[in-house]
């Protein structure tokens, strides 16, 4: 007897053109060769026990039944893939007797009075076991479809904006942009042991690892070395998201988009972690049934389901939100039923989420787990998003992009919420305002307003995490109270000198504080308020992700604007609380020029009313701060709150907009051997901000009553009202049949800094250019503005091999300053190590450099350099 358990026929690589030949074309869509190959291997093994063949070599054997079922034997043997009956014996009879006489040495070897016998039990097996893969197939396209269904909705319910309470939901991949990550390499893996004998034990390597490559979050899916990864990401930056695209776009039969090949079979499994934990005695596979079945709608689905698709290696697990097990010890259950489930299924890729701050190091194996940090966005990125956002949103192409300039340009004029925009979920909240408010507020306090009320509320609302399933006594406005009250006493604890004691807070001064605050607002003991400010920081902290973990019992604000933004409303509560304006005064004359304070100050004013502001930024005005006669920070701060522009403050006191306007227009006109060089550059600066305020208009008036030079006169019109303009000119003067003015056009481009898609796309074309000066300036301009997308990216790697070499070093700075560090970029740089000229190796070096990259191919090719005769190259 053939010991078929141990030996399966590979049939399935081919049989799609038999069945062309054969002419099955309604097969053919319902045909998996994996399917017809296991039900022929299950047949043949439950049919081997009438031993047909049991005087005959089992290679023999199996290049026989390999033709016998791919030949004569096929056309029947496709009846229930064609919705028809079993396949019927006496034509696989008659088959198997055809297809004989091309196997000699088969012939008078098999025992032909055991044939039928032998044929019914094959046909029988074969007959259920493709049955039931037919049902789990149509079983599959319901999942399926019910899947991306529940997940393909990008949901923005409960991030309220002014006049639009609930923002329509969106389809995933109509505003999703890929993320990057970065590879996380654990030393001791790749040193090996021979490091032990250096005076380190494991648990020391273990602990030590170093960035690696940065690429697309969906390059992930074709890693070589492993298919089980780690994802981590801070609070906002798209773990969710980005699962949830993986899982829609294979159930949209859409696997190109992941960059696989179009057509692969797989089955997404997307199982949130936090629901998954809350019930008791029930595995992953259960859970995936029932929530396909409760929650998807999905039709009851056939038993051994999930394990069809697992036990073949076609699944892909995506496990979101390790952190959101929020109790440890349940949290490390999790992790053994997941270690459990994955060992059994090893051969199907596996991705975890989880935050920083919820995930530690030896939860799971580093042998088997890859990790990986998700990147937040870089200036290509956001611009993509944005482009997606008003493509997606408004029908009107012009009104689109007019839309898309707006947004653009006010981040890039406000470096703060340009940061802030870096993180998904607050770029989308930035976007969210901008559509219904028509720009971004240059009040910049009411978006972190909304930010903060989306983090303390909306979002975790929409999780179904809320305040009462965790607090004993404090309820969701207590949470806003709170986080204004700390985010003051942790300012204080700063300086100029240690700005770092205002941001850092130890968890022990951290929770003796919040204890006190506790006891005293909610009058209850102190052993009840310190167990409910233990709680309060870990929802903070695991939930909200406005107070992050920094280091060993260190905790600070994700990100110091919002402490900023919740110190100054402390202020202006205290001070409406008491009624007793001196309380803002009194801060104001305390931290006037303090920079830990700037921030504080300038939102404290914005958030005032019209009076109230005036009289702030007079006791600015009048502080005669010392040397104010040479360094005017008195000035400078009154005017750059008139750049918050602050609602109806010129008709709250007129006279004194025009004092602080007409001062700085002194300034700007006063020679620069008195003024001074760094004087005159923050008036420039300055008096640009008034750009988009009630005061542009004003500003504008006074530069040109002061009779400027032409030159400085047109920066200042560009910067407050004909920007746009501007920008169209310099584009038809780099048409201009004089490279001279083509030069000039491109690098006033540059400095203007606008990366905008008629921007890039007219450099790009100049990139072209016949003349090599052109060629070149072109070349730094596009490294200046950042866009680092594909199609720049490709277009400066053609530069690399441009026949005048200073052209090939600019376009390789470029690439350099972009820091993209692709695979593509990295190998065509490293070409430049091999170039005859020395200084061409001696700058590839240095732009290497700063690219970090530190894979094996950069590694070795600077290496191989230090041996270059050239003194520059080896110091590179």
């Not at 991306?148 to 991949?173: H, M, P, R, T």
């Not at 006109?669 to 008036?683: A, F, I, M, P, T």
């Not at 083509?742 to 800094?753: S, V, W």
Request: a negative charge; proline letters at 3%; one cysteine or more.
């Amino acid at each position: 007897m053939i010991e078929w358990g141990a030996f399966a026929l590979k049939i399935a690589p081919g049989i799609g053109a038999k069945l062309a030949e054969i002419g099955f074309k309604e097969a053919i869509k319902k045909f998996n060769p994996n399917d017809f190959e296991k039900a022929c291997n299950c047949g043949i093994e439950a049919a081997d026990k009438n031993q047909l063949f049991s005087g005959c070599e089992q290679g023999v054997v199996a290049d026989f039944l390999k033709s016998f079922l791919t030949g004569a034997a096929l056309p029947e043997l496709l009846k229930p893939f064609n919705g028809q009956e079993k396949p019927q014996v006496e034509f696989l009879v008659e088959a198997f007797n055809t297809t004989v006489p091309d196997h000699k040495k088969i012939q008078g070897r098999f025992a032909p009075e055991r044939l039928h016998d032998w044929l019914e039990v094959f046909a029988e097996t074969y007959f259920q076991k493709t049955s039931c893969y037919l049902r789990f197939k149509v079983a599959k396209a319901d999942y399926l479809k019910q899947l991306a269904n529940c997940f393909d909705d990008v949901k923005f319910a409960g991030i309220a904006v002014e006049d639009q309470a609930i923002e329509k939901s969106e389809k995933l991949a109509q505003i999703f942009v890929m993320p990057d990550v970065l590879e996380e390499v654990n030393i001791h893996v790749r040193l090996g042991l021979q490091e032990l004998g250096e005076g380190k034990n494991l648990q020391q390597l273990q602990r030590e690892t170093r960035s690696g490559r940065i690429f697309l979050a969906s390059q992930l899916l074709n890693q070589n070395q492993s298919n089980k990864f780690m994802l981590l990401g801070a609070p906002g930056s798209g773990k969710t998201t980005l699962l949830s695209f993986f899982a829609v776009m294979l159930a949209q039969n859409a696997p190109e988009k992941l960059g696989w090949d179009s057509g692969r079979d797989c089955l997404p499994i997307l199982i949130k972690i936090r629901d998954f934990a809350r019930l008791s005695d029930i595995n992953l596979l259960d859970y995936s049934r029932q929530f396909a079945e409760k929650t998807m709608s999905v039709k009851p689905l056939p038993e051994g389901f999930f394990e069809y698709w697992l036990a073949d290696g076609r699944a892909m697990i995506l496990l979101d939100g390790l952190d959101e097990v929020v109790e440890e010890s349940k949290r490390y259950a999790v992790v053994q039923h997941i270690e459990s489930f994955l060992g059994q299924y090893h051969q199907n890729l596996a991705i975890i989420t989880s935050r920083p701050a919820g995930y530690k190091r030896d939860f799971f194996n580093t042998s088997d787990f890859e990790h990986y940090q998700l990147q937040l966005f870089d200036d290509a990125k956001v611009d993509e998003f944005i482009n997606r956002w008003y493509d997606s949103r408004v029908r009107d192409a012009a009104e689109a992009q007019r839309h898309k300039d707006s947004i653009k340009k006010a981040l890039a004029e406000n470096e703060r919420i340009k940061l802030l925009a870096r993180n998904p979920l607050l770029l989308t909240i930035i976007a969210l305002i901008h559509r219904y408010q028509a720009v971004l507020p240059r009040s910049r306090h009411k978006l972190y307003e909304k930010a903060v009320e989306t983090l303390l509320k909306n979002w975790d609302a929409n999780k179904n995490l809320t305040e009462q399933s965790v607090f004993k006594c404090l309820d969701i406005d207590d949470l806003r109270r709170l986080m204004e009250i700390l985010a003051y006493w942790i300012h204080t604890q700063g300086s100029t000198d240690n700005p770092e004691a205002g941001t850092l807070i130890v968890k022990e001064d951290l929770l003796d504080q919040l204890t006190r605050n506790i006891k005293t607002k909610k009058q209850v003991e102190r052993f009840q308020a310190k167990e409910e400010a233990k709680r309060f920081v870990d929802f903070i902290q695991q939930r909200t992700g406005l107070l992050n973990e920094q280091g060993q019992d260190l905790y600070a604000f994700v990100h110091k604007t919002f402490q900023e933004y919740l110190c100054a409303q402390q202020i202006g509560y205290q001070a409406d609380d008491d009624d007793d304006f001196e309380i803002v005064l009194n801060h104001i004359r305390e931290h006037l020029h303090d920079p830990h304070w700037r921030e504080v100050l300038l939102l404290l004013i914005a958030q005032q009313k019209p009076k109230k502001a005036t009289k702030a930024m007079r006791a600015i005005w009048a502080a005669n701060s010392e040397h104010e006669e040479w360094l005017h920070r008195d000035l400078f701060f009154a005017a750059s709150c008139l750049a918050e522009n602050i609602k109806d403050l010129k008709g709250a006191d007129s006279s004194l907009t025009v004092e602080i306007l007409e001062k700085l227009v002194e300034l700007e006109v006063r020679d620069e051997k008195e003024v001074g060089y760094r004087v005159r550059s923050q008036v420039f600066q300055i008096l640009c901000s008034m750009s988009e305020t009630e005061f542009e208009a004003q500003t504008l008036q006074l530069l040109k009553a002061r009779g400027l030079p032409q030159y400085r006169l047109k920066e200042y019109q560009v910067a407050l009202e004909e920007k746009e303009a501007f920008i169209t000119a310099m584009l038809l003067r780099l048409e201009d049949g004089d490279e001279n003015v083509r030069c000039d056009a491109a690098q006033t481009l540059g400095r203007l800094g606008n990366a905008s898609e008629i921007v890039i796309n007219a450099l790009l074309l100049r990139l072209e250019d016949e003349n090599y000066t052109v060629r070149l300036l072109v070349a730094q301009t596009l490294g200046w503005l950042g866009n680092a997308s594909e199609t720049v990216i490709n277009a400066l790697l053609l530069r690399l091999q441009d026949r005048v070499g200073a052209v090939s070093l600019f376009a390789a700075q470029s690439l350099g300053n972009l820091g993209n560090p692709s695979e593509t970029v990295i190998n065509a740089l490293v070409l430049g190590l091999e170039d005859g000229d020395n200084s061409v190796r001696s700058w590839t070096a240095s732009i290497l450099g700063r690219l970090r990259n530190p894979s094996e191919t950069v590694i070795n090719a600077l290496l191989s350099r230090l041996e270059d005769g050239d003194n520059s190259m080896r110091s590179s």
